[in-house]
């Protein structure tokens, strides 16, 4: 499973959804309907290539005060 550094506390249920799902898919014990909630999860929490691709990150402040206006 990837880090996925945008995520807070606020996402503390879906990502307790997902470590099930996840842990099921491990034993073999997943079937198509939690494969489903998985992927769905998954999208939620923008882990899948596709979703990963509209996460912005905040880029590093500038060492120097006034930085950004002289770009």
Do not use: Y
């Not at 249920?13 to 909630?37: N, R, W, Y």
């Amino acid at each position: 499973m990837p880090t996925l550094p945008w995520l807070n506390a606020s996402h503390r249920g879906i990502v307790s959804i997902t470590a099930i799902l996840a842990a099921q898919l491990a034993a073999g014990t997943a079937g198509v309907p939690a494969l489903q909630l998985l992927r769905q999860c998954l999208n939620s929490l923008c882990a899948t290539p596709v979703s990963a691709s509209k996460v912005m990150m905040p880029t590093a402040p500038s060492s120097e005060p006034g930085e950004e206006f002289f770009d």
